[in-house]
């Protein structure tokens, strides 16, 4: 099926962008174009969209992007970014909330906090969107959202709906066996009842506490890898010699070894080969295997 840009733009209008630069979808600022970008007005646009064309594309979608390095060739097939319709947050009954795959942690965890919902906490610390994690089990200081999480709602990419519970989902430490070809598009979540006072103040604990050993205000994309079994990524780095190395713009942050940073003129490949250097030193020095907890996305560009 050799679907035209005229259909598709006739179709589907401003929700549909082709070769956008995807530098602006990542927090690191870089990235080469996507051949088509579709931003999804509502659940019935993205089922239409995902059955006209019917697979023929290669097909990823991205949250925030707080957490994902697009390599400087872009992606050669449809990238899938939920509009901000896709973020709201809705109380149903006594002890569950419905949210949209598309908010923001931190606007959950405000939310929760000023509504004396407990156990929201510590997304007030994590970057990133419900939807991106669920699907990386994303957690910190002792918590996870598998640990408040009831079940998930996605849709294929053939553009069925399907419904899957908590206990159906397999959770590891960042990581879940959700199927690759399912977008996530909202969850209910677990809101047990707290103290208003204590759950501020635990949040205050939390964010002061990432304020002291985390970076901000730069051009990063959180921590780079998973935390090996009982080992802290960040102390084999500093204690691999990697700290000073940098490739192009692509350095290592002072505050915090886990962190990579744009300097400002990074390239995605600057990023890459920085990555790919401090995992063959770590593996030399303690001979262990640093798996990425960033997602990486896109093609290489080809030379000549």
Known sequence: MNLEKSELKKKFGKNIIFDENLSKYSWFNLGGPAKILF???SINQLVDFLKLINNT????CIGAGSNTLIRDGGFSGVVIKLSPKFSFIKQEGDKVLEVGAGTLDKTLSSYAAENSIANFEFLSCIPGSIGGAIRMNSGCYGNEISDILISVKGIDFKGKIIEIKREDIKFIYRGTNLPADLIILSANLRADPGDKNLIQEKIKNFSQKKKETQPSQIKTCGSTFKNPKDKKAW???QNSN?????FGK???SKKHSNF???EGGASSED?????NFVKQKVFEK????LDLELKIIGETVKNG
Do not use: G, M, T
């Open 39 to 41: 931003k999804p007005e």
């Open 57 to 60: 594309f290669k097909i990823i």
């Open 235 to 237: 102390k084999l780095i």
């Open 242 to 246: 990697c700290n000073l190395v940098s």
């Open 250 to 252: 692509a350095s290592i």
């Open 260 to 262: 990579f940073v744009n």
């Open 271 to 275: 990023i890459e080969k920085l990555i």
């Open 286 to 289: 303690h001979r262990v295997k």
